[in-house]
């Protein structure tokens, strides 16, 4: 299993800027765990129906780190119009 690396990071998180790839490859996470966390992230359901654990260790903070990209761009999305905060 091979640990990730930035390119990895940059081909599969949309978004994601220097702070979260850095804070992603400092999980010292693999490839295959940032595919599981986003797995989770997409729909826990048919994970948790498959009696899969809940997310844990490296799978974890993937989970966490890219719950707070995502929060982020839902909360620059959905500025007023003609906010200093709307995303142009």
Known sequence: MRRLSRDDVVKTVDRADEVTIAQIIGTGATVEELAEAQAWLANDEPMINDLRPLA????????????????????????????????N
Do not use: F, K, M, Y
């Open 56 to 87: 844990h260790g490296r799978v974890r903070e993937l989970v966490d780190i890219l719950s707070e990209l995502d929060e982020d761009s839902d909360e620059q999305g959905t500025a007023e119009p003609g906010s200093t905060s709307a995303v």
